[in-house]
């Protein structure tokens, strides 16, 4: 099984960007289809991205779409989210998951996804 540890997160204010990381061990990550989710306090995980095996494919949040950038580099096990323009609502938690499929789709429902990183904190300050 695949585990995922997220970096990146920080305090930034409104208007400046972020790029998050989410690095993985265990196996190759050449298999698994990925999403960014994220949960702020009090609410309801919720999706953000999502990128497709081969990263040919995305899918974004309307909240973010325009704004933020997923991407992968297979070759380094990583998967990135590349946050501009930022916003004092994009304050979470944002987490990485990953599904092993053979297929090119991209997943935007949480409950497509088997493996979970722990999390890195965004704060947006205004």
């Known amino acids: 099984q695949v585990q995922l540890v997220e970096s990146g997160g920080g305090l930034v204010q409104a208007g400046g960007s972020l790029r998050l990381s989410c690095a993985a061990s265990g196996r190759t990550l050449s298999n698994y289809a990925m999403g960014w989710f994220r949960q702020a306090p009090g609410k309801e995980r919720e999706f953000v991205a999502a990128v497709s095996v081969s990263g040919s494919s995305t899918y974004y949040a309307d909240s973010v779409k325009g704004r933020f950038t997923i991407s992968r580099d297979n070759a380094k096990n990583t998967v990135y989210l590349q946050m501009n323009s930022l916003k004092p609502e994009d304050t979470a938690v944002y987490y990485c998951?990953?599904?092993?499929?053979?297929?090119?789709?991209?997943?935007?429902?949480?409950?497509?996804?088997?493996?979970w990183g722990q999390g890195t904190q965004v704060t947006i300050s205004s």
């Open positions: 998951a990953g599904r092993n499929t053979g297929n090119t789709g991209v997943y935007y429902s949480e409950h497509a996804y088997n493996t």
